[in-house]
């Protein structure tokens, strides 16, 4: 079979020639970690401060790529000699190359600067200096890792990265799998995919036994054992996972085992599955829908990202089928909730998958993701029903580098949950004091204190692990450039249901020994993508080889940017004492009507949403008084436009010349109904009536920046300052 590059899959080169690819884990095991990982070593720094060593590691990996393609055959002649390269038309053509350059790094200029602390908006900030490293080299040898005969080195450090990031999630990295794609969107269709394909498996199996009278028994959701074939439709497709895609191979285990030989049972079960009507890669979803009367319902929170609906669109679930669960007031999925939709779910619904996402894009709020295992132990226990438990990590998977180590495989339920929750808030010790002066003449220091270790936060970061398939961005909170997704599995041999070739049936013991290092010769035939940078992986092994997903390394950057969400929030809080402050300093005469900001919850992760509201003097206080929403979304809307520039008009004003970043976000109704959101709008004051109409404007930043604390250090709090120029843009609002 040939892939859509023309590259054929399956063989691997390689190891035809004898070569086995090297695997750096075990060809430099006298490199010495060094005794520190200084995060400020990790990035350029907003000033390119670390410029010196990045260009000479820059140099050092092109000039080293030279010598590679000069001693390739040295002594063949020389293509492009020295007066074919001063030849005019080279001269001529290599000005004109260098002039559209300087065209594009000119446009460049208008560029935002992500990289910068006064750029709290997006998901996106500084790349580390492996990542960049690694992505360089990459794209100079340019391997595509479809298939190790065109990328013999990096399609072992995808495995490998794999195996880093499912260690991280606290996956067996031996029994998992893991690899990178081309970001959160796609790993999420992936794992939807997986879990889909193994869902549907039995009912192969199913049918086999009948037309051949086999008395095999499977394990149902609630544990115990049944002949498959007295098993209805709705428990079938309600399988525990592991046990979905482990009927296939149990059979024919039992099969051989009952003293058929391999070979013969093989053949013949490769035909079946070939012509069964549940063949879902062959016959369709619909077809088997049809077939069955099943309809499948996926169940996220109403904070899903929208490639949850893509996913819903693709697999032709259609996107009715997703069931957006309301949150709560900290925009966690509210689970009880979930538990009444399961029950309410009609005869003929099944659970394709339960998501719940650990870091939400709009709020970076943490879904219990505990409680969904809780809840998935109960309905197979009451209900003999299980399903399929994705995380999307994409934004916050990463927190799992806290854990680095230590993690617990199995979150308990009850007061061994709090111990172990209460352990780690106590390890992790993640709190800050820092002082600021309200004073508008002589200093007036106050101390604030903020601190982050939620037990609830906690556990379900733990509970990751018991999840079936995790997404994670390592273009996000990894710090690496894009595109780099990765999906991961919690038992690797789940994703036989969709490679090109049946593992499951030729070889009894395939599946996840093929993944285990150096068995795999690409991974074309496993994943939904083709041909794919192993650039990527090349940027992700080098930054977690140098920056460990543990909390001396990486975790490092997630500590300062969760202490940094923590700040803005403490900040925005304290606002109202601040006021007279900020309008001292303002030089403007008299002081601006009142107003302050409003965290729309206390933030999980490192993002923080807020709301710019009028207020109202009352003897000298400032008081919530009546204000209508609209004036409440204007204001806020005011601060956002002076704190950003769209893309659409950045050529009118150069980033440069914009001090600080902002993004927003607009809740509607749709999305979040005015009861899940009745907390906030009372600390608004807004009526659910007036919600309902208008929708609420919502400031969004993101504290992914890995340089505040050392900023802070060094002389300059850029959030304090933040704080300042959005009551500076607010006031001017208020005064208009
Ligand atoms: C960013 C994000 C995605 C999508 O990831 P891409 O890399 O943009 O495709 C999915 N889910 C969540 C929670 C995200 O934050």
Same mark, same amino acid.
């Given at each position: 079979?040939?892939?859509?590059?023309?590259?054929?899959?399956?063989?691997?080169?390689?190891?035809?020639?004898?070569?086995?690819?090297?695997?750096?884990?075990?060809?430099?095991?006298?490199?010495?970690?060094?005794?520190?990982?200084?995060?400020?070593?990790?990035?350029?720094?907003?000033?390119?401060?670390?410029?010196?060593?990045?260009?000479?590691?820059?140099?050092?990996?092109?000039?080293?790529?030279?010598?590679?393609?000069?001693?390739?055959?040295?002594?063949?002649?020389?293509?492009?000699?020295?007066?074919?390269?001063?030849?005019?038309?080279?001269?001529?053509?290599?000005?004109?190359?260098?002039?559209?350059?300087?065209?594009?790094?000119?446009?460049?200029?208008?560029?935002?600067?992500?990289?910068?602390?006064?750029?709290? *908006?997006?998901? @996106?900030?500084? /790349?580390? %200096?492996?990542?960049?490293?690694?992505?360089? +080299?990459? $794209?100079? #040898? =340019? &391997?595509?890792?479809?298939?190790?005969?065109? *990328?013999?080195? @990096?399609?072992? /450090?995808? %495995?490998?990265?794999?195996?880093?990031?499912? +260690?991280? $999630?606290? #996956? =067996? &990295?031996?029994?998992?799998?893991?690899?990178?794609?081309?970001?959160?969107?796609?790993?999420? %269709?992936?794992?939807?995919?997986?879990?889909? +394909?193994?869902?549907?498996?039995?009912?192969?199996?199913?049918?086999?036994?009948?037309?051949?009278?086999?008395?095999?028994?499977?394990?149902?959701?609630?544990?115990?054992?049944?002949?498959?074939?007295?098993?209805?439709?709705?428990?079938?497709?309600?399988?525990?996972?592991?046990?979905?895609?482990?009927?296939?191979?149990?059979?024919?285990?039992?099969?051989?085992?009952?003293?058929?030989?391999?070979?013969?049972?093989?053949?013949?079960?490769?035909?079946?599955?070939?012509?069964?009507?549940?063949?879902?890669?062959?016959?369709?979803?619909?077809?088997?829908?049809?077939?069955?009367?099943?309809?499948?319902?996926?169940?996220?929170?109403?904070?899903?990202?929208?490639?949850?609906?893509?996913?819903?669109?693709?697999?032709?679930?259609?996107?009715?089928?997703?069931?957006?669960?309301?949150?709560?007031?900290?925009?966690?999925?509210?689970?009880?909730?979930?538990?009444?939709?399961?029950?309410?779910?009609?005869?003929?619904?099944?659970?394709?998958?339960?998501?719940?996402?650990?870091?939400?894009?709009?709020?970076?709020?943490?879904?219990?993701?505990?409680?969904?295992?809780?809840?998935?132990?109960?309905?197979?226990?009451?209900?003999?029903?299980?399903?399929?438990?994705?995380?999307?990590?994409?934004?916050?998977?990463?927190?799992?580098?806290?854990?680095?180590?230590?993690?617990?495989?199995?979150?308990?339920?009850?007061?061994?949950?709090?111990?172990?929750?209460?352990?780690?808030?106590?390890?992790?010790?993640?709190?800050?004091?820092?002082?600021?002066?309200?004073?508008?003449?002589?200093?007036?220091?106050?101390?604030?204190?903020?601190?982050?270790?939620?037990?609830?936060?906690?556990?379900?970061?733990?509970?990751?692990?018991?999840?079936?398939?995790?997404?994670?961005?390592?273009?996000?909170?990894?710090?690496?450039?894009?595109?780099?997704?990765?999906?991961?599995?919690?038992?690797?041999?789940?994703?036989?249901?969709?490679?090109?070739?049946?593992?499951?049936?030729?070889?009894?013991?395939?599946?996840?020994?093929?993944?285990?290092?150096?068995?795999?010769?690409?991974?074309?035939?496993?994943?939904?993508?083709?041909?794919?940078?192993?650039?990527?992986?090349?940027?992700?092994?080098?930054?977690?080889?140098?920056?460990?997903?543990?909390?001396?390394?990486?975790?490092?950057?997630?500590?300062?940017?969760?202490?940094?969400?923590?700040?803005?929030?403490?900040?925005?809080?304290?606002?109202?004492?601040?006021?007279?402050?900020?309008?001292?300093?303002?030089?403007?005469?008299?002081?601006?009507?009142?107003?302050?900001?409003?965290?729309?919850?206390?933030?999980?992760?490192?993002?923080?949403?807020?709301?710019?509201?009028?207020?109202?003097?009352?003897?000298?206080?400032?008081?919530?008084?009546?204000?209508?929403?609209?004036?409440?979304?204007?204001?806020?809307?005011?601060?956002?436009?002076?704190?950003?520039?769209?893309?659409?008009?950045?050529?009118?004003?150069?980033?440069?010349?914009?001090?600080?970043?902002?993004?927003?976000?607009?809740?509607?109704?749709?999305?979040?109904?005015?009861?899940?959101?009745?907390?906030?709008?009372?600390?608004?004051?807004?009526?659910?009536?007036?919600?309902?109409?208008?929708?609420?404007?919502?400031?969004?930043?993101?504290?992914?920046?890995?340089?505040?604390?050392?900023?802070?250090?060094?002389?300059?709090?850029?959030?304090?300052?933040?704080?300042?120029?959005?009551?500076?843009?607010?006031?001017?609002?208020?005064?208009?």
């Amino acid at each position: 079979m040939k892939d859509a590059s023309g590259v054929a899959c399956g063989g691997t080169g390689a190891e035809r020639e004898g070569m086995k690819p090297t695997n750096p884990d075990t060809t430099a095991p006298h490199l010495v970690a060094p005794a520190a990982y200084p995060l400020t070593a990790w990035f350029l720094g907003p000033h390119a401060e670390n410029a010196v060593p990045w260009r000479e590691l820059l140099e050092h990996l092109f000039t080293d790529y030279v010598h590679w393609r000069r001693n390739y055959f040295p002594s063949d002649p020389w293509i492009v000699g020295r007066v074919t390269r001063r030849s005019e038309e080279h001269e001529a053509w290599y000005d004109w190359l260098t002039s559209h350059l300087d065209v594009i790094l000119g446009e460049l200029k208008y560029h935002f600067p992500l990289h910068s602390p006064r750029y709290n *908006a997006h998901m @996106t900030s500084e /790349l580390s %200096l492996p990542g960049v490293l690694g992505w360089f +080299a990459g $794209l100079l #040898y =340019n &391997p595509n890792n479809v298939t190790n005969e065109v *990328a013999p080195i @990096t399609v072992q /450090l995808e %495995l490998e990265v794999g195996r880093m990031i499912s +260690a991280m $999630l606290g #996956y =067996n &990295p031996r029994t998992s799998f893991a690899h990178i794609c081309s970001g959160g969107t796609l790993a999420n %269709l992936e794992a939807l995919w997986v879990a889909r +394909a193994v869902q549907f498996a039995p009912f192969a199996a199913r049918e086999y036994c009948r037309a051949h009278n086999i008395a095999y028994r499977i394990r149902t959701a609630n544990g115990r054992e049944r002949p498959i074939t007295e098993v209805d439709d709705r428990t079938l497709v309600a399988l525990r996972p592991h046990e979905a895609a482990a009927v296939l191979r149990n059979l024919v285990a039992s099969l051989t085992g009952s003293g058929r030989p391999l070979d013969v049972v093989s053949a013949e079960l490769t035909a079946a599955m070939a012509t069964s009507p549940y063949n879902l890669a062959r016959k369709g979803l619909g077809a088997i829908l049809a077939r069955t009367g099943l309809r499948p319902v996926v169940f996220v929170s109403a904070s899903a990202h929208y490639s949850m609906a893509k996913a819903c669109n693709v697999l032709g679930y259609g996107e009715d089928a997703l069931r957006l669960v309301p949150v709560n007031h900290r925009f966690q999925m509210d689970v009880d909730a979930l538990r009444g939709m399961i029950a309410a779910l009609a005869p003929e619904e099944y659970i394709a998958a339960v998501v719940g996402i650990v870091g939400t894009t709009e709020e970076g709020a943490v879904d219990p993701i505990h409680e969904l295992r809780f809840l998935r132990d109960e309905l197979e226990r009451t209900e003999d029903r299980s399903f399929w438990l994705h995380v999307d990590g994409a934004w916050g998977g990463y927190l799992r580098a806290l854990f680095g180590g230590l993690a617990v495989p199995h979150v308990p339920h009850g007061a061994g949950l709090e111990r172990v929750c209460e352990e780690y808030a106590k390890a992790l010790d993640l709190r800050e004091k820092f002082e600021v002066d309200v004073s508008t003449g002589h200093p007036d220091l106050r101390t604030l204190e903020v601190h982050w270790g939620d037990h609830g936060t906690i556990a379900a970061l733990l509970a990751v692990a018991d999840g079936d398939s995790t997404t994670v961005d390592p273009h996000k909170m990894g710090y690496v450039p894009y595109p780099a997704g990765v999906v991961a599995f919690r038992h690797g041999a789940v994703t036989e249901f969709v490679t090109q070739r049946a593992q499951y049936i030729s070889d009894e013991k395939g599946g996840i020994g093929s993944f285990e290092s150096g068995k795999i010769a690409g991974f074309g035939p496993y994943i939904l993508e083709g041909s794919k940078p192993g650039a990527a992986a090349l940027a992700c092994w080098l930054a977690h080889r140098t920056i460990p997903l543990t909390v001396d390394g990486h975790g490092k950057i997630v500590r300062t940017t969760l202490l940094s969400a923590r700040r803005l929030w403490r900040l925005l809080t304290y606002h109202q004492h601040l006021f007279d402050r900020f309008e001292a300093e303002r030089d403007v005469p008299g002081k601006s009507r009142p107003f302050t900001f409003i965290p729309i919850a206390e933030p999980e992760t490192n993002l923080v949403c807020f709301v710019a509201r009028p207020m109202v003097w009352d003897e000298g206080k400032m008081e919530a008084g009546a204000v209508p929403l609209a004036e409440i979304n204007r204001l806020s809307r005011a601060v956002y436009d002076s704190a950003s520039i769209p893309g659409s008009r950045s050529h009118q004003k150069p980033s440069a010349v914009q001090p600080f970043f902002v993004s927003r976000t607009q809740f509607e109704e749709r999305q979040y109904t005015a009861e899940s959101l009745a907390e906030l709008l009372e600390r608004l004051g807004v009526s659910p009536e007036e919600y309902r109409k208008e929708g609420l404007f919502v400031l969004r930043s993101t504290t992914m920046n890995p340089w505040h604390g050392e900023a802070e250090r060094a002389g300059i709090d850029y959030l304090f300052e933040f704080v300042r120029f959005l009551h500076t843009v607010a006031a001017e609002a208020m005064d208009s």
